[in-house]
Nanobody, 127 residues
Framework: VQLQASGGGLVQAGGSLRLSCAAT??????????MGWFRQAPGKEREFVAA????????YYADSVKGRFTISRDNAKIAMYLQMNSLKPEDTAVYFC???????????????????WGQGTQVTVSS
């Protein structure tokens, strides 16, 4: 699986951005459990942001983004999106999309669950 994240940029606090993650897979469909978004700010650990199950469409969010961010997917395009509203300066980070290989049991909120990572897209929120 190859992942390409896009949609980052510079926005003022209170603004919105929509991130996209396009997946290239072998065959016609994605066979993993789900996909997720993580972010990493300078000097900090990479942290979970949101995830979506490809099995039952359930979504998962970090407490810090609940009510502001919405994750969605397009099964036909094998793509994932993150709509980010009411952005805050503390949302500034490089955002990474991630996918798994469908093995084991899903644990969408942990980094170790994911086997494939995109290159990251920078999101900068100015105050």
């Amino acid at each position: 699986v190859q992942l390409q994240a896009s949609g980052g940029g510079l926005v003022q606090a209170g603004g919105s951005l929509r991130l996209s993650c396009a997946a290239t897979v072998r065959g016609r469909s994605y066979s993993g459990w789900g996909m997720g978004w993580f972010r990493q700010a300078p000097g900090k650990e990479r942290e979970f942001v949101a995830a979506i199950s490809w099995v039952d469409d359930k979504t998962y969010y970090a407490d810090s983004v609940k009510g502001r961010f919405t994750i969605s997917r397009d099964n036909a395009k094998i793509a994932m999106y993150l709509q980010m509203n009411s952005l805050k300066p503390e949302d500034t980070a490089v955002y990474f999309c991630a996918a798994d290989n469908g093995m084991g049991k899903p644990d969408y909120t942990t980094r170790s669950h994911y086997n494939y990572w995109g290159q990251g897209t920078q999101v900068t929120v100015s105050s």
